[in-house]
């Protein structure tokens, strides 16, 4: 029977274009998901009851899933009337009460908020499934006066614990305290403490309600708004859902659905493992907004459940809230949005590279939010509260300016770091730390990096090198940075974003460019540092993999066949290639990442630096079928000659009759003219010419075609732009006054914002 359901979800998966979610699949999956459940209860308890009961952070720790299951059946009870579902879950509501009595009596005396008696429920996680159980079937007319008493004061019980500790704030946790108060007032209206519960919930649900959240995790992302979409479903006012702040995380979360069906993962989170809280999250959307985009959201993360089999009881409760929200006369629409932004700089601060939605696209995730000025209080509060140095307030890792995802063609070629092996983190910080994830480290301090010299001592020559995660690694504490969006670009042949993050106590700013060439199907990625102290540093790229498959000068062949527990492998793999190594060095070391052992492949350099230095890495991430020869792709890709180097890089890609140049200014700041004038610049100042090119540009891309005879370019923030000593676009001069040292007026050059065209090299009269 269980091959039989795999083959079913299996075909349903592969022949995706003739499924659609509607609410007979969700209520179908619901049916088998409790039917599955309820025969395994007994069973579950019977193994509950022969383990460890206690939990670090809530003490009396009893199972979830009879909750789900008992909410799921309140579900089915209120939908069909059937009271076979009511009298299931009353028997589970009842057994529940029994549990406590299982719990050690020295561990509750060791807990104060136990001194008035160990609640039948303190794991806030699933009290309002417990409550909404409850209010689903208090009604059936099958539960006598003795036992309603009982069940109301063991649910009213667990509802008043919270008041031990309220935890508020913009975050998932406090939105389901929230809704429990909430539904518990609901569900007993003549309580005497509904009002007080009713109190509660307004004071919880006020940072969250129509305002930013705190948390940069997907896992607790999904928490948050489903949570609070509950909430507002029973608070009986839904106009909230027309103001910005809950359109705009429709849409943030939208676009960050990758080829593979789920929400990228992000800080707090594990591959493929709990987004499945965004299909009712979506399916409201699609219903309230009346957008098939949605409706598409919907549908994309649900076949992926079902692809993978996930038929939890947790999830068919889940999936209630998706039937009762679904609307099957929306139709689904393919969102048609490629490489953008999600969805700016100043809360979302993420830049997605798509070329579409199919399963085989390429999508690439770049995450460069910090934890920003919004919700300080929220911040300060957690952090001087609960033990989260590992965080970036709150449930987020040190990922900025990371690269969290690449996938091409089905396969999976980067992947994010993953929560956590420990509370509350694992050994070094895992998986929360920079050095998980891929993206460049910066440390004061000189590494031994060294091969053994003839001149040290025989003891010396067998001591070992210092390796660099050695070096680098730390408790895995947050390091505080911020973080800009600098520019991002779409154009026909390339894509291009610059992100920036600072570090003023270490003393550098970093930035990360990314340059998608559409026509190659691949990322050239350059992080330049500028230091703004003078000392000595080391830094490294950083880029992360499960298998080596072939390693030489400068590459590495790389491959990811699983995730955790999740088979991910495909017919490609990822070159990792360092074109430049000027006084640098390349190496892997073995890594314990996600759950399962890995490779940190990395570029690094240790080295003296004065304020204003520029130091860079170039790395290309070419995905490419596993059985292409890799050196028929590194011969493709030249260095160019530059005559400011490094204030400027340029990188030639050959490929047939075409060649691509690549030109970039790393230090932007040089250009600026010493006289407080304006235009602090001009095209004398920045000028730097990279083979035939002649640019003040921080961004060039020109392809010369010598079959065509034809140069296509596009170049962002310039004067002007030079191939051959031909002019191809310059800025006009215009008279600027008001200057600041009461000079007269100057005529001077504004830099363009971006060109892009095609050119006929040949004349007319050629």
């Known amino acids: 029977m269980k091959y039989l359901k795999q083959l079913f979800f299996l075909t349903l998966f592969l022949f995706s274009n003739l499924f659609s979610a509607v609410k007979k699949d969700y209520l179908d999956f619901i049916k088998n998901a409790v039917e599955n459940s309820w025969r395994n209860y007994p069973a579950l308890i019977e193994q509950w009851k022969g383990t460890v009961k206690h939990y670090v952070l809530w003490g009396y720790n009893p199972p979830g899933e009879p909750i789900y299951l008992a909410d799921a059946l309140g579900f089915l009870y209120k939908l069909t009337g059937d009271k076979n579902y009511a009298l299931r879950a009353i028997k589970i509501l009842q057994d529940y009460s029994e549990l406590k009595n299982f719990y050690p009596k020295e561990f509750a005396e060791s807990r104060v908020e ?144 990758t080829p593979f069906g789920t929400i990228a993962d992000i800080g707090d989170a594990n591959f493929n493992s709990a987004f499945e809280r965004f299909i009712p999250c979506f399916e409201k959307a699609a219903s309230f907004y009346k957008d098939g985009r949605y409706k598409y959201a919907a549908e994309k993360i649900f076949k992926r459940m079902l692809y993978d089999n996930k038929m939890s009881v947790d999830l068919a409760s889940i999936i209630s809230d998706a039937y009762r929200w679904c609307d099957d006369k929306i139709k689904i629409v393919t969102p048609t949005e490629k490489s953008r932004e999600v969805l700016e700089d100043i809360i979302g601060k993420k830049i997605v590279f798509r070329t579409g939605w199919d399963s085989l696209s390429t ?41 969290t995802f690449l996938m091409t063609r089905g396969s999976i070629l980067l992947h994010h770091a993953g929560y956590r092996d420990a509370l509350p983190s694992g050994m070094y910080g895992a998986f929360r730390a920079d050095y998980f994830h891929n993206r460049l480290v910066v440390r004061k301090n000189k590494r031994e990096a060294r091969s053994s010299p003839i001149y040290l001592t025989p003891t010396a020559k067998n001591l070992k090198k210092q390796s660099l995660l050695e070096f680098i690694r730390n408790s895995g504490n ?57 000392d000595y540093y080391t830094l490294a790229v950083i880029w992360h993999t499960q298998k080596i498959l072939q390693k030489g000068n400068g590459f590495y062949d790389t491959r990811i066949d699983s995730i955790g527990r999740y088979n991910v492998g495909g017919d490609y793999n990822l070159l990792i290639y360092f074109p430049e190594s000027y006084a640098k060095q390349d190496s892997f070391e073995g890594e314990f990442r996600h759950f399962q052992d890995e490779f940190a492949i990395y570029q690094t350099i240790s080295s003296h630096y004065k304020t204003n230095d520029v130091e860079f890495f170039i790395t290309f991430l070419i995905p490419h079928h596993k059985d292409e020869k890799i050196d028929n792709l590194i011969k493709k890709i030249k260095l160019l000659n530059v005559d400011k180097f490094p204030q400027g890089i340029g990188l030639g890609v050959e490929n047939g009759d075409e060649k691509v140049y690549l030109c970039l200014k790393l230090d932007l700041d040089f250009e600026i003219l010493r006289e407080n004038i304006r235009p602090r610049y001009n095209f004398e100042s920045g000028k730097i010419k990279y083979d035939k090119i002649e640019t003040d540009a921080y961004f060039a891309y020109l392809n010369e075609n010598n079959k065509e005879s034809s140069l296509y370019c596009a170049v962002s923030n310039f004067i002007g732009l030079n191939f051959g000593g031909k002019t191809l676009a310059k800025a006009k001069p215009y008279t600027f006054g008001l200057q600041l040292d009461g000079g007269p007026d100057r005529v001077g050059y504004t830099k363009l914002r971006f060109f892009e065209d095609k050119i006929n090299l040949v004349s007319k009269n050629d």
């Open 114 to 257: 136990y001194s008035e008696g160990v609640p039948t429920l303190p794991n806030f996680f699933f009290l309002f499934p417990y409550v909404r159980a409850y209010l689903n079937i208090k009604n059936s007319g099958l539960i006598n006066e003795e036992l309603k008493r009982k069940l109301i004061a063991d649910i009213s019980g667990s509802i008043d614990h919270i008041s031990y500790f309220p935890e508020w704030g913009a975050h998932n946790r406090t939105v389901l305290r929230a809704l429990a108060y909430l539904l518990g007032s609901i569900a007993f209206p003549d309580h005497p403490s509904a009002s007080i519960w009713r109190n509660q919930a307004n004071v919880l649900i006020y940072d969250n309600l129509g305002k930013w959240e705190a948390e940069d995790a997907t896992l607790y992302n999904g928490v948050w708004l489903h949570t609070l979409l509950i909430y507002i479903e029973n608070s009986g006012d839904e106009n909230i859902l027309k103001e910005h702040t809950f359109r705009y995380y429709f849409e943030y979360y939208l676009n960050l659905i």
């Open 478 to 534: 947050y390091r505080e940075s911020k973080t800009y969006k600098i520019d991002f670009l779409t154009f026909k042949e390339v894509e291009y974003s610059r992100t920036r993050l600072t570090e003023e106590k270490i003393g550098y700013f970093w930035d990360r460019i990314i340059v998608f060439l559409k026509k190659f199907n691949w990322f050239v990625v350059v992080d330049a540092v500028k230091f703004t102290q003078t």
């Open 363 to 403: 999508y690439l995730l770049l995450n460069y939010r910090d934890e920003g000025d919004g919700n300080y209080l929220t911040r300060h509060y957690l952090r001087t509260t609960i033990p989260v140095e590992e965080e970036k307030m709150h449930h987020g890792s040190s990922d900025e300016n990371a690269i």
